[in-house]
């Protein structure tokens, strides 16, 4: 079976067993088809102790959900980062035990202030207070280049540190070329100037960059640097960043697919990039293993139940 069969099954099983989703019976509607893993309610997709505080979240900082609205689709990697993350934003020595795990050096983390509402240690849906990769929309979410998470960390150096957080669960993707046609040449004539100047893109990978999910990243890693070198114009400033790439080992299927070039995705992002310590790449369980025995083992049993 394929990775998100395995999932599939598994969450099937939860749901027939009554466990983690408040005893939704599943057999809900997504895109217009019933399906045995899909909730009837997508309040249950969420950490029960904090579904309405990541829903006043996302409403009060006018943050689009994946799909328009919070989903009931329980192998959403957008509701995986908010259950891992969400219930840690405001606790500070959680957060920086998680940044460690990647960045040892790193001493403090520090509140993201561009939140309007509840500004936190830890931001979901993150964009830059202006557009630096000519995308003309900045709405959190949707239609830009917006970060899963967004932490910022203090260097031992005294460098504040940004660490932006793309998160995967059960995604595949073909070989869709985001080149191609009129909208590809949109895309070309938006980032090619800025992988041309990057300091950690190799802008002789231009081809690899429009095929998912380097085209996610590449357009990430840009984003960061260009936070970075406008830092006096942002709220959120920094001197450095480091790209946490937050996928699960048993997802094979994006792990290890033959890209184009013939090498794994880890492997063939690595060769696109100058500075290999400005990127990580960690599984979720391996994240949130610093927190196990502390304050949040209520959360840590769901996410082990839920996610394995």
Not at 185 to 191: G, K, N
Not at 240 to 266: Q, S, T, W
């Amino acid at each position: 079976m394929t990775y998100k069969q395995t999932q599939v099954a598994r969450v099937r099983d939860l749901i027939q067993v009554g466990k983690v989703f408040n005893g939704d019976a599943g057999g809900g509607i997504f895109n217009g088809k019933t399906y045995p893993f899909v909730l009837q309610d997508a309040g249950n997709n969420l950490f029960a102790p904090v579904r309405q505080a990541v829903c006043d979240y996302m409403r009060k900082n006018d943050i689009a959900w994946w799909n328009g609205a919070l989903t009931n689709h329980v192998l959403s990697s957008q509701v995986a980062c908010l259950n891992h993350l969400f219930p840690l934003r405001e606790d500070r020595q959680a957060v920086l035990a998680l940044v460690r795990q990647v960045c040892p050096a790193i001493t403090d983390v520090l509140r993201i202030e561009s939140d309007r509402y509840l500004p936190a240690y830890i931001q979901f849906e993150a964009t830059s207070d202006a557009d630096h990769l000519n995308e003309i929309v900045t709405t959190r979410g949707q239609h830009c280049t917006s970060l899963d998470a967004l932490i910022l960390g203090v260097h031992r150096d005294g460098r504040r540190i940004l660490f932006p957080i793309e998160w995967k669960y059960v995604e595949a993707y073909g070989n869709d070329n985001k080149a191609a046609g009129a909208a590809g040449a949109t895309r070309r004539a938006r980032y090619t100037a800025l992988i041309d100047g990057s300091a950690q893109l190799d802008r002789t990978c231009q081809e690899t960059y429009y095929f998912e999910p380097f085209y996610q990243l590449m357009r990430q890693t840009l984003w960061a640097e260009q936070l970075v070198a406008h830092r006096s114009e942002e709220t959120v400033q920094a001197d450095d960043f480091i790209h946490i790439h937050v996928v699960p080992a048993g997802n094979r299927e994006l792990l290890h697919k033959r890209y184009p070039g013939g090498k794994g995705m880890e492997a063939t992002w690595r060769d696109c990039l100058r500075d290999q310590g400005q990127y990580v790449i960690v599984t979720p369980g391996a994240l949130r293993a610093p927190l196990a025995g502390g304050p949040h083992d209520a959360l840590c049993d769901y996410l082990n139940m839920r996610y394995g």
